[in-house]
C-alpha cells in the first residue's frame, strides 16, 4: 500500500500541482486549515503530513501552522511532518524542526527535491513502526526469561500474571527440560516477594535421610556428624519463595511435615522442640503424573491439593509449534556471545530444529545449540552441526496430516526464504494476502526464521 500523505495547503494552485506530481506515490488526503487538518488527522491517520506554515487565518506569517504543528505532534507524534515555508522563512522552519518536523522545503517547490524528502520520512516511519511492532510482540512471547508466542504459553503467561501477586502455592507439572523452575522464577520475580530469597531444592536428588534436615534445619547434635545448628531451606526462604523441584519423589513421611507446614506456617528443626514460625511462599513441581501417584497411594491426596491450589502444565517442546525456532535464536545469541562467535543458522539447520521431536525439551535444544556454536565451521550452523536425528512422526489423522503439512509447508518456505514475505509466497505459488492468512492460521512468526 501507499503511504498516506496529508497535503495541509490554502492555495488551490499548489494543491493541483501537488496532486499531480505526487498521487503516483502517496495516497493523497487535503485540508485548507488547521481544522480541517487536525479533522483529517484523527480520522484518516497518516504517516506523513505536508504543512505549509502560511494558513488561515494569518496566511502572511507562521503563527497558524506552527500552532497545527504544535497540535499535530501531540496527537500524533509518530507521524512525520514536512513544513513548507516562503522565502525568508528559515527561522520558522528551524523553529518547526524544534517543534517536532521531521524536514523542511522553502517555497517555491522544487517538486523533485520535496519528493524525495517525502519518501525518506516515509521509509523511516515504515522502519519506526517495524520496530515498535517488534517490541510489541517481543512483549507478547516474552515472560520474564520464558518464552513463547503459542496459545498454550500465552495462557500460562496470563494465569501466571494473575496469581503471582498472591501468595497461593502453584503447582507445576511437565516433562523434565520444560522449563518448571523458569516459570517457578518468574512467579516469583513478578511477585511482592521479588526482592526477597527464591530458594530451590531437588527433592530427586537428595538423599530422604537427609532431605529432612535439608528442608527443615537441625540442632546441633541430632544426629551424628550434626556439629552445629543449621537452618532448612524453608528458613532460607523468608520473606521470599520455596521451589520444591521433583516433589512427588517425597516420602510419605516427609509429606506428612510439609503438609503441616502449609497448614501451620510453622515447622520444627530435626532435633528441635522450637515451634517456628516462616513466612515462604511453596512453588512446587514435577514431571510425575501426580494423580496417578494418589492412585497409586504414593503420594498423599491431601497434600497435593495444598499444593496445586494452582495448577500450571507446561507443555512439551514438541507440542510447542514455531516456539521451538523462537527459543533456538534466542538460545543462538547467548551462546554464541559465551564463546564469542556471531554466527546464524542455515536452511537445514532451521528445518532440523523445526521438524526434531525435542524428546528432552528446552533442555536438549540447549545443548545442542551450544555444541554447534562449537562445531560450526564457518558462520553458518548446518543440521550436522546440532547432532540430532530428525525421524518422521506418525499422523494421527488425515486432517492432521493435511494441516501438518501445510504447517510444515510454510516453515519450510519461510526457512528458505528467511522469512521473506514476498519470496514465500511465490515458492508456495500463493498470493501474499493467502500467505498471512496461513501465517495468522499456524501462529506462525515470519521474524523468527530472519
Known sequence: MKPKLLIVEDEEPIRTQLRYALRDDFTLFFAEDRAEALAALTCEQPALVSLDLGLPPHPESAESGLEALDQIMKAAPETKVVVLTGNGGRESAIRSVRLGAFDYHQKPI???????????????????????????????????????????MREIFAVVSRVARTDVTVLIQGESGTGK???????????????????????????????????????????????????????????GTLF???VGEMSPPLQVKLLRFLQERELERVGGREVLRVDARVV?????????????????????????????????????????????????????????????????????????????NVRELENAVERAVLMARGRVIEARDLGIEVKDRPLASLREARD????????????KTRGNITRGARLLGVSRPTLHGLIARYEVNARDFR
Open 404 to 415: 501438518r503439512a501445510e504447517r510444515s509447508a510454510l516453515v519450510d518456505a519461510l526457512v
Open 284 to 360: 512446587a513441581a514435577t514431571n510425575k503424573d501426580l494423580k496417578a501417584e494418589l492412585q497409586a497411594r504414593r503420594f498423599r491426596e491431601d497434600l497435593y491439593y495444598r499444593l496445586s491450589v494452582v495448577n500450571l502444565t507446561l507443555p512439551p517442546l514438541r507440542e510447542r509449534g514455531e516456539d521451538v525456532v523462537l527459543i533456538a535464536n534466542a538460545l543462538l545469541q547467548r551462546s554464541g556471545k559465551a564463546h564469542r562467535r556471531k554466527l546464524r543458522y542455515g536452511s537445514s539447520a532451521l528445518e532440523a530444529i523445526a521438524h526434531y521431536a525435542w524428546p528432552g
Open 110 to 152: 522544487r517538486l523533485d527535491d520535496l519528493k524525495v524528502v517525502l519518501q525518506r520520512a516515509a521509509y523511516l516511519q515504515t522502519l519506526e513502526a517495524e520496530v515498535d511492532k517488534q517490541r510489541a510482540s517481543e512483549v507478547g512471547t516474552r515472560f520474564a526469561d520464558i518464552l513463547g508466542h503459542t496459545p498454550a
Open 181 to 239: 523452575e523458569l516459570l517457578a522464577r518468574a512467579v516469583h520475580a513478578s511477585s511482592a516477594r521479588a526482592n526477597r530469597p527464591f530458594v530451590a531444592i531437588n527433592c530427586g536428588a537428595i538423599p530422604d535421610t537427609l532431605l529432612e534436615s535439608e528442608l527443615f534445619g537441625h540442632e546441633r547434635g541430632a544426629y551424628t556428624g550434626a556439629h552445629t545448628q543449621r537452618k532448612g531451606k524453608l528458613e532460607l526462604a523468608e520473606g
Open 244 to 246: 520444591l523441584d521433583e
